[in-house]
């Protein structure tokens, strides 16, 4: 089973950086990791994803670790508008568990 | 369009109706997800369509619900028989085979009374 495990909440100052971490040690080695927030009262939006090499888009920075059994999103500069559920995922089979809540507060 | 769309994005039905919940998933977009989201709960898995292979339908909670997806595009999940328990937001998602990020739709609230 695609299994990943996330702290259930964390919290963060603004203007700090976050790192939110997962673990999914039964992962495959040709699936991706996948990061998507969902925002309250809205579906889920795609944050970022990887296989093996660190990746950085205008969002977030994924760092994954050698044997991939593990990784970390990172908000280099948390802002209120941060403050979401933030799912870890395997790209195949796409299953969420409950994510991590990110409070920031101001 | 630009987005994922999803139809009605409320509905209101009474128990033992039928509803028919529509996805018009990025244009292009070979992979459609369908997860049921309860309220202050995390995203139910439900039905997978890759292209022309054979859905996974191992999340549909019940011979109550299924899904198509016609001409690879759109797609209907149906649920019959509606029960209150039914009553969740039913999310809709797509992407390129292959990879990529899944771009979800709006959802469609579904109250059964």
């Known amino acids: 089973d695609a299994k990943t495990t996330q702290p259930n909440s964390m919290e963060s100052n603004e203007e700090e950086p976050v790192h939110l971490p997962c673990n999914h040690s039964t992962i495959s080695g040709t699936d991706y990791i996948h990061w998507y927030r969902q925002l309250p009262s809205q579906g889920p939006e795609y944050v970022i994803h990887g296989l093996t090499s660190n990746v950085n888009n205008r969002m977030a920075s994924l760092a994954i670790a050698e044997d991939r059994k593990s990784s970390t999103l990172i908000l280099h500069r948390a802002t209120l508008r941060d403050a979401a559920v933030y799912y870890c995922i395997h790209q195949m089979g796409m299953r969420f568990g409950a994510g991590t809540r990110l409070t920031v507060k101001p | 369009g630009a987005g994922v769309s999803q139809s009605p994005s409320n509905k209101v039905t009474e128990k033992g109706k039928d509803v028919e919940l529509r996805c018009d998933p990025i244009s292009g977009h070979t992979a459609l997800y369908w997860y049921r989201q309860s309220l202050g709960q995390g995203l139910e898995f439900l039905i997978y369509f890759q292209g022309n292979s054979a859905p996974d339908k191992s999340g549909l909670p019940s011979d109550r619900f299924s899904a198509e997806r016609t001409g690879g595009s759109v797609s209907t999940l149906t649920i019959q028989r509606t029960q209150q328990e039914d009553s969740a937001v039913y999310l809709c998602?797509?992407?390129?085979?292959?990879?990529?990020?899944?771009?979800f739709g709006s959802g469609t609230r579904l109250t059964v009374v």
């Open positions: 998602a797509s992407s390129f085979r292959g990879g990529g990020g899944y771009t």
